[in-house]
């Protein structure tokens, strides 16, 4: 009710026409940054002023009215195309322009329905109030994420990928990248960015009961900097100590390099842990930068922590694992880039990179347990890999695919990696080589499709040892739309298997992996195939700001042994139905509502299953390189 009355009181709309600024292009209609005071009453004391409040807000009409301008429950939702759009589309007209000048225009957080309502204006100073307890991200924060500057020419390509790259930092809501004031004749034109924040502060309060509680206090935009900060704590009365905390200071974008970089400790076993039934203790700092456009040529990251188990349960020294690790992790990749030309037209040659990772995991105690000694997960592990990739990648924008409503930027394209290095562990050392290939791509009735398959394994003493084979295919169907309602299908079917398992431990199909619900089950083999159909209703209910979408779920799972074929075990299958809300102004993660039903249940599964929880905002992968990696096989 907190997070809901703060927003009841925040999120309030007054629409209004704009004056015009001298200072911005003469045909933009610029937000008007004055307050617009209403006619003082005749009496103005405070007192009378909270005595008209308190009888206005008793009188049901007036009460309802406020509501719906606060809610939008009367406004038609904003103009969405539910088509797939390519990103560069709108700028291509005006290629080869020079950029005269680089305005940028903030919309309010709270207020405006979406980024294109950049004419709001309020008289309410509630809402101005609202506004100004968020601090918007700064000008300077805003031009040092930007990848041109007057004096450049306009390419299409480069305007597309920086609206994209605005809209995947956490602390925007979304972005627009505008050409302005190009007339016929001109050679050149104005550019204006357009950015929506989210609002920075969240609490995520995770558990709360007489025995326990946890939480985090968030900020992800503090003071407008570009920087987050999380505090978070727990306290249970089961557990020794009762109390742990975490602290995550992370810098985006440090200095213009496109660099993020974080700090941190956790007490809450929430980095990484070792291993299942432990609990950890972490200090890390990382620095990452991404491949934050097609044709940036440098990415890489560097991690490094210091980890040690926590005897929450009390344990006595005979179970207990006591243990203490570090962890060195870095990449470097450079891309050679190939897709498009010098004037930024797009080629038909694919990009190429190569890249070099080195991981080494090395303990300073091990669990002292006879068990745990050769156990390879509590044992050194070092691996260096070298990678080769080509990849072609483009862009679409659309709506309701994982979100609810904002812009989305999806993948199109291909990337076929090859993988080579050696690992050490437990005293072997092993040659690694790999092969994978992924594609995305949209039909002409608006299907997106994307296909994946690697296949590698380690060679020891002659032999394959560990060998990983995985396909995946995912499907989103185009959306379908009825009157104010939108539609999507997913479907998707994953295989993996690894016919000679030396180090590797079974698989199983708890929750992520297979079935969700699933909690500690022993099922488990060396063969899984996972199917799941999921339809979504992206309704068109509001609740103070507040969206719901509902889905229906079908999911499948099957496990084997390795020299079995499939389908000679039962089969695993849950029937769920999910509803998930969420307010994409708040930096709070989406709230989940399930009941699930399971036909087939094992033992120590109910058939029937409710759940309300939280999860993570989900978004498309636009990363073409990221850091070498083993294929998986958990």
Same mark, same amino acid.
């Given at each position: 009710?907190?997070?809901?009355?703060?927003?009841?009181?925040?999120?309030?709309?007054?629409?209004?026409?704009?004056?015009?600024?001298?200072?911005?292009?003469?045909?933009?209609?610029?937000?008007?940054?004055?307050?617009?005071?209403?006619?003082?009453?005749?009496?103005?004391?405070?007192?009378?002023?909270?005595?008209?409040?308190?009888?206005?807000?008793?009188?049901?009409?007036?009460?309802?009215?406020?509501?719906?301008?606060?809610?939008?429950?009367?406004?038609?939702?904003?103009?969405?195309?539910?088509?797939?759009?390519?990103?560069?589309?709108?700028?291509?007209?005006?290629?080869?322009?020079?950029?005269?000048?680089?305005?940028?225009?903030?919309?309010?957080?709270?207020?405006?329905? $979406?980024?294109?309502?950049?004419?709001?204006?309020?008289?309410?100073?509630?809402?101005?109030?609202?506004?100004?307890?968020?601090?918007?991200?700064?000008?300077?924060?805003?031009?040092?994420?930007?990848?041109?500057?007057?004096?450049?020419?306009?390419?299409?390509?480069?305007?597309?990928?920086?609206?994209?790259?605005?809209?995947?930092?956490?602390?925007?809501?979304?972005?627009?990248?505008?050409?302005?004031?190009?007339?016929?004749? &001109?050679?050149?034109?104005?550019?204006?960015?357009?950015?929506?924040?989210?609002?920075?502060?969240?609490?995520?309060?995770?558990?709360?009961?007489?025995?326990?509680?946890?939480?985090?206090?968030?900020?992800?935009?503090?003071?407008?900097?570009?920087?987050?900060?999380?505090?978070?704590?727990?306290?249970?009365?089961?557990?020794?100590?009762?109390?742990?905390?975490?602290?995550?200071?992370?810098? =985006?974008?440090?200095?213009?390099?496109?660099?993020?970089?974080?700090?941190?400790?956790?007490?809450?076993?929430?980095?990484?842990?070792?291993?299942?039934?432990?609990?950890?203790?972490?200090?890390?700092?990382?620095?990452?930068?991404?491949?934050?456009?097609?044709?940036?040529?440098?990415?890489?990251?560097?991690?490094?922590?210091?980890?040690?188990?926590? $005897?929450?349960?009390?344990?006595?020294?005979?179970?207990?694992?006591?243990?203490?690790?570090?962890?060195?992790?870095?990449?470097?990749?450079?891309?050679?880039?190939?897709?498009?030309?010098?004037?930024?037209?797009?080629?038909?040659?694919?990009?190429?990179?190569?890249?070099?990772?080195?991981?080494?995991?090395?303990?300073?105690?091990?669990?002292?347990?006879?068990?745990?000694?050769?156990?390879?997960?509590?044992?050194?592990?070092?691996?260096?890999?070298?990678?080769?990739?080509?990849?072609?990648?483009?862009?679409?924008?659309?709506?309701?695919?994982?979100?609810?409503?904002?812009?989305?930027?999806?993948?199109?394209?291909?990337?076929?990696?090859?993988?080579?290095?050696?690992?050490?562990?437990?005293?072997?050392?092993?040659?690694?080589?790999?092969?994978?290939?992924?594609?995305?791509?949209?039909?002409?009735?608006?299907?997106?499709?994307?296909?994946?398959?690697?296949?590698?394994?380690?060679?020891?003493?002659?032999?394959?040892?560990?060998?990983?084979?995985?396909?995946?295919?995912?499907?989103?169907?185009?959306?379908?739309?009825?009157?104010?309602?939108?539609?999507?299908?997913?479907?998707?079917?994953? =295989?993996?298997?690894?016919?000679?398992?030396?180090?590797?431990?079974?698989?199983?199909?708890?929750?992520?992996?297979?079935?969700?619900?699933?909690?500690?089950?022993?099922?488990?083999?060396?063969?899984?195939?996972?199917?799941?159909?999921?339809?979504?209703?992206?309704?068109?209910?509001?609740?103070?700001?507040?969206?719901?979408?509902?889905?229906?779920?079908?999911?499948?799972?099957?496990?084997?042994?390795?020299?079995?074929?499939?389908?000679?075990?039962?089969?695993?299958?849950?029937?769920?139905?999910?509803?998930?809300?969420?307010?994409?102004?708040?930096?709070?993660?989406?709230?989940?509502?399930?009941?699930? =039903? =399971?036909?087939? &249940?094992?033992?120590?599964?109910?058939?029937?299953?409710?759940?309300?929880?939280?999860?993570?905002?989900?978004?498309?992968?636009?990363?073409?390189?990221?850091?070498?990696?083993?294929?998986?096989?958990?």
């Amino acid at each position: 009710m907190t997070i809901l009355g703060t927003y009841f009181l925040l999120h309030i709309t007054q629409p209004a026409q704009a004056g015009h600024d001298k200072g911005l292009p003469w045909h933009i209609s610029p937000i008007n940054d004055t307050i617009i005071k209403p006619t003082p009453p005749k009496k103005t004391g405070f007192l009378h002023k909270i005595g008209e409040y308190r009888d206005s807000m008793l009188i049901r009409r007036y009460r309802d009215s406020l509501l719906n301008r606060i809610t939008h429950a009367n406004a038609p939702d904003p103009l969405e195309d539910s088509s797939l759009i390519k990103s560069e589309k709108m700028f291509t007209p005006l290629s080869g322009r020079t950029i005269r000048r680089v305005f940028f225009r903030k919309v309010k957080v709270f207020g405006p329905r $979406n980024i294109n309502d950049t004419t709001y204006q309020t008289s309410k100073k509630l809402v101005d109030f609202a506004n100004q307890v968020h601090f918007e991200s700064k000008e300077w924060v805003l031009r040092q994420m930007l990848f041109f500057k007057p004096g450049d020419t306009i390419n299409p390509f480069e305007l597309a990928d920086n609206e994209r790259y605005l809209r995947s930092r956490p602390f925007i809501q979304d972005a627009r990248i505008y050409v302005v004031n190009a007339t016929n004749n &001109a050679d050149s034109a104005d550019v204006m960015v357009v950015t929506k924040d989210v609002f920075e502060y969240s609490i995520n309060l995770k558990e709360l009961s007489p025995q326990a509680a946890s939480t985090v206090i968030s900020n992800n935009d503090l003071l407008g900097a570009g920087q987050g900060l999380d505090i978070g704590g727990t306290w249970k009365s089961s557990q020794r100590p009762q109390f742990g905390s975490l602290v995550r200071y992370t810098k =985006y974008n440090i200095l213009g390099t496109f660099i993020d970089g974080s700090i941190g400790y956790s007490m809450l076993n929430t980095y990484m842990p070792l291993d299942t039934n432990v609990y950890e203790g972490s200090y890390y700092i990382s620095l990452n930068r991404p491949l934050y456009r097609p044709s940036a040529r440098w990415a890489g990251g560097l991690t490094f922590s210091l980890n040690h188990s926590i $005897n929450k349960w009390a344990k006595p020294d005979s179970l207990f694992r006591k243990y203490e690790y570090n962890t060195l992790d870095g990449w470097l990749g450079y891309n050679f880039r190939q897709q498009f030309s010098g004037n930024g037209t797009e080629t038909q040659r694919p990009n190429f990179a190569v890249l070099v990772r080195h991981y080494n995991l090395y303990f300073q105690e091990t669990p002292q347990q006879p068990d745990y000694k050769a156990d390879p997960v509590y044992n050194n592990r070092r691996y260096y890999l070298l990678q080769l990739s080509l990849f072609k990648q483009t862009f679409f924008k659309a709506h309701h695919f994982f979100a609810f409503g904002r812009t989305e930027d999806i993948p199109a394209g291909y990337s076929i990696k090859g993988t080579s290095g050696w690992e050490t562990w437990i005293g072997r050392r092993r040659l690694y080589t790999a092969v994978e290939a992924n594609r995305f791509w949209v039909s002409k009735h608006q299907d997106l499709f994307n296909p994946s398959f690697g296949i590698s394994s380690f060679w020891g003493r002659n032999s394959s040892e560990d060998a990983v084979i995985h396909g995946r295919m995912d499907f989103y169907s185009r959306l379908f739309n009825f009157k104010t309602s939108h539609f999507r299908q997913f479907i998707s079917a994953d =295989y993996l298997t690894s016919p000679d398992p030396y180090f590797y431990k079974p698989l199983n199909i708890n929750n992520d992996n297979g079935i969700f619900g699933y909690k500690r089950t022993t099922l488990n083999g060396y063969q899984r195939l996972n199917l799941k159909s999921e339809t979504i209703w992206y309704t068109p209910f509001r609740l103070y700001g507040f969206k719901f979408n509902i889905s229906t779920i079908l999911q499948v799972s099957q496990l084997d042994a390795k020299e079995d074929p499939l389908f000679t075990t039962h089969l695993q299958s849950r029937l769920g139905i999910t509803c998930t809300i969420r307010n994409e102004n708040l930096s709070l993660n989406t709230l989940s509502f399930s009941g699930n =039903y =399971y036909p087939s &249940a094992p033992s120590g599964v109910p058939k029937f299953f409710l759940e309300v929880t939280t999860v993570m905002d989900i978004r498309f992968d636009i990363s073409a390189l990221r850091a070498p990696a083993l294929l998986s096989f958990k």
